[in-house]
């Protein structure tokens, strides 16, 4: 809590945004947000498109993961699940896009259910062989079910439009995508402080203490898993109006690691921290690639297939050392940045 700040009212003790300083923080950052895209070029733009699609992707395993402590290796699986329900509903029945983003979420919701329905059983390890069984399984539908999905040729995806202006995958889809996501992250940090987020933190940190606490592990473990995965299922709807082609191997096992990695480094637990390690971790795959490049225009004779899984060694390496020198992530460092800044000049000794 900010020093001087005196709260009357369960309300204002529970509340985000505390003092005009902060309020007036969030409406500059939501208008640097909002305009970031008509100074940035092509390429920065398509970077952050695909940054806000990682974020909601990301958000869902946080709810799902770091707070609820169920341990998810599909994410990327349903995020297919939500993309392809969006093409198959407008390639055959010719249903308006923008109707099928609520219905891409239930329907990754659902998908996701049907395969958390172990958790009531099973934890930890197992419940993540469950979770990465879903991962084969989905995959594998989507491509022997040719007459639905296209199998492995994919599905081309009309450009959204909003009445007679085309969003295409420039400028005006980033804004579609900002939008989302900044939705998605209000969201998320509002669920933490719901009786159910509270439920899910319980579960977490002790399933069968939270059961004698009177909290329906069935209820809420089916509920947190609902809701990570219709996130899931609205980034993968953003990412097949991106694209406008998907195919199954857009969302393989790697991405779902990937997303994982990113709660890791961004700290377990955080909507702050998801959002920190999204960020860090598409950085790093974007210097990775420009390194590999580089790296191929120096050593030709090397070949760039030697550097092609230069992105997955710098992954690997800064996964350990976040591991072994901070396990709380990005945010626990953004904490006592703050504390620091909020102290100073005064010793937290």
Known sequence: MLPGVFNTTYAKDMAIVRTKLQFLAVLLGLAFILTLPLYLNPYWVSFLVYLCITIIAALGLHILTGLCGQISLGQSALMGVGAYTSGILISKLGMSPWLTLPLAGLSAGFIGCIFGAPSLRVKEFYLAMSTLAAQFIIIWVIIHWDSLTGGSNGL??????????KLG?????????????????????????????????????????AEAMGVNLFRFKFLAFFIGCFYAGVAGWLWAFYMRYINPEQFGLLASLWLLGMLIVGGIGSTTGTVLGAILIRLLDMLSDFLATKLGELYPSVGAQSFSAFGLMLFGVVLATFLILEPRGLYHRWEILKAYWRLYPYSRK
């Open 169 to 209: 995958s420039g400028v005006k889809f980033s804004y579609v995508a900002i939008i989302l996501a900044v939705l998605a992250i209000v969201g998320a940090k509002n669920i933490q402080r719901t009786r159910a987020g509270r439920a899910f933190i319980a579960i977490r940190d002790n399933d069968l203490a």
């Open 156 to 165: 081309y995806i009309p450009t959204l439009r909003l009445g007679t202006i």
